[in-house]
């Protein structure tokens, strides 16, 4: 159910190929979430232009059900803006993460929602 999606301006080439599964790894350990229902999107040259330069950057949002807030974000953005810096070389001052929380009613799975998967 937790969703990570980022993109990036670096060319797709650049991009390890091992990264959706390595952030589903750290997603599962920061959220408090079965592994198997973890899912990472990471696209690759976007059009993109942020803090006055087209240098190196990435936009991301992480929609989860449950396990978000005030403390529970700051835990999360340091695993992922480590990552993101360690894999991508993109320093963490050129990337947004924005964190959604979605009611169990709004996220579908296996032809049904959360809401009758989690009760």
Same mark, same amino acid.
């Given at each position: 159910?937790?969703?990570?999606?980022?993109?990036?301006?670096?060319?797709?080439?650049?991009?390890?190929?091992?990264?959706?599964?390595?952030?589903?790894?750290?997603?599962?350990? $920061? =959220? @408090?979430? /079965?592994? #198997?229902?973890?899912?990472?999107?990471?696209?690759?040259? %976007?059009?993109?232009?942020?803090?006055?330069?087209?240098?190196?950057?990435?936009?991301?949002?992480?929609?989860?059900?449950?396990?978000?807030?005030?403390?529970?974000?700051?835990?999360?953005?340091?695993?992922?803006?480590?990552?993101?810096?360690? $894999? =991508? @070389?993109? /320093?963490? #001052?050129?990337?947004?993460?924005?964190?959604?929380?979605? %009611?169990?009613?709004?996220?579908?799975?296996?032809?049904?929602?959360?809401?009758?998967?989690?009760?």
């Amino acid at each position: 159910m937790p969703h990570f999606h980022l993109e990036t301006n670096l060319p797709q080439e650049q991009i390890p190929d091992d990264l959706p599964e390595k952030i589903c790894s750290i997603l599962a350990s $920061s =959220l @408090g979430k /079965p592994k #198997d229902y973890c899912a990472a999107t990471i696209i690759g040259g %976007a059009k993109m232009y942020f803090k006055g330069s087209s240098q190196p950057t990435a936009q991301a949002t992480l929609m989860s059900i449950g396990s978000l807030g005030v403390a529970e974000n700051k835990k999360h953005s340091k695993v992922l803006f480590e990552v993101i810096e360690k $894999s =991508l @070389g993109i /320093p963490s #001052d050129r990337v947004y993460i924005h964190f959604m929380e979605a %009611a169990t009613k709004d996220v579908g799975h296996g032809g049904t929602t959360f809401h009758d998967i989690l009760g």
